[in-house]
């Protein structure tokens, strides 16, 4: 037999998330998987049905916890297969093996190469002679082309050709009628037209089932164990910003686990905080007196309170607004 576990089996993510009892019903697939393959490898497909898993003591739950983590894969209804790869098992090949010659056939065996041998070395000497032939003719062709040219040019002048520039007849790129980079709107839109599979793409990891992802995107969306409902286009947010964060994938859960566990809240971006407002100092005032004014985040901190309690002892607010402007001109970002 040839199929290997690997040492680091037991550390593979894929492998702590499931049960004892359904790693034991993996090992016991791989292992049938690989007898197959070794007794009749033309015709095994590498699949299993659940007759099958039933006869060496699984259960579909089993099967759907190993379907879920990424260990076994739907082949088609009711049809699976063991996931192999580094970290996991890997199956050796049993095909193409080549069985040892007997004394008869090594004896005919040889005495084919030797006839073959004697034949090729035959043709090969008259395809070196024939070649070397047809290279003297062509020099000495060459040789009488070159004399016959310098001849016809002895007191002559050459004129040197000229090259003329044709114009281009391609478009240019930025002109009329070029495709253009496609606008955020468009890209949002794309992105929209089918939610899941793009969140899907996004994902660091695709393992698992992506029915039981799928069916925890929809409970996220629509809000569930008391979490509360978010857009589409707030989760592929979500799952975007949690892939940034990523640097090693195999180590990231199965997206229908991390749907499910509400790990995607965390990722949500944040709502922005509202302003301490005072009097005629509103939201619009703020941004039409302060905030278009001076550079970006730099109206925060103290310099806000400064301005509040300047206001609130009775300083004229556009007077304290202008003298936040240009302080914080003058300071440039912080």
């Known amino acids: 037999m040839s199929v290997n576990f690997d040492s680091t089996f037991g550390f593979d993510p894929a492998v702590q998330d499931s049960s004892m009892a359904a790693r034991g019903l993996y090992a016991t697939m791989v292992t049938w998987c690989d007898h197959q393959i070794y007794t009749r490898p033309d015709s095994f497909d590498g699949t299993f049905d659940l007759k099958r898993v039933r006869s060496v003591g699984g259960t579909v739950r089993l099967v759907r ?4 983590n990424g260990l076994f894969e739907e082949a088609g209804e009711g049809v699976y297969r063991v996931v192999t790869r580094r970290g996991l098992a890997v199956f050796g090949s049993f095909k193409n093996q080549k069985k040892p010659l007997t004394p008869e056939e090594a004896a005919e065996l040889h005495e084919k190469k030797v006839v073959a041998g004697h034949a090729g070395g035959k043709a090969s000497g008259e395809s070196r002679r024939a070649k070397a ?33 044709m ?4 478009p240019d790129p930025s002109g009329p009628g070029s495709k253009q980079t ?4 468009e890209a949002e839109a794309r992105a929209l037209a089918d939610p899941f599979a793009t969140a899907w793409n996004a994902y660091p990891r695709h393992t698992g089932s992506r029915r039981e992802a799928e069916k925890a995107w929809a409970a996220a969306v629509a809000g569930h164990d008391g979490t509360s409902a978010v857009t589409e286009a707030q989760l592929i947010g979500a799952v975007i910003a949690y892939a940034k964060t990523i640097d090693r994938p195999q180590y990231a ?18 709502p922005a905080k509202p302003r301490y407002t005072w009097g005629i100092c509103d939201e619009q005032w703020l941004q039409e007196h302060i905030l278009s004014q001076v550079p ?6 103290s310099i806000v309170g400064s301005f509040w309690a300047a206001v609130k002892t009775g300083i004229d607010p556009t007077e304290a607004a202008e003298r936040v402007v240009t302080e914080l001109n003058r300071k440039g970002k912080p």
């Open 296 to 301: 970006e985040g730099s109206f925060e901190g």
């Open 133 to 165: 032939e047809a290279n003297r003719k062509q020099n000495e062709a060459d040789a009488k082309q070159t004399a016959s040219t310098s001849t016809k040019q002895t007191g002559s002048t050459t004129v040197p050709n000229q090259t003329k520039t």
């Open 182 to 185: 496609a606008s955020v709107a």
């Open 167 to 170: 114009p281009s007849s391609s």
């Open 253 to 270: 859960p199965n997206m229908s686990r991390w749907l499910s566990n509400g790990a995607y809240l965390d990722h949500l971006p944040k």
């Open 65 to 68: 916890e190993l379907v879920e």
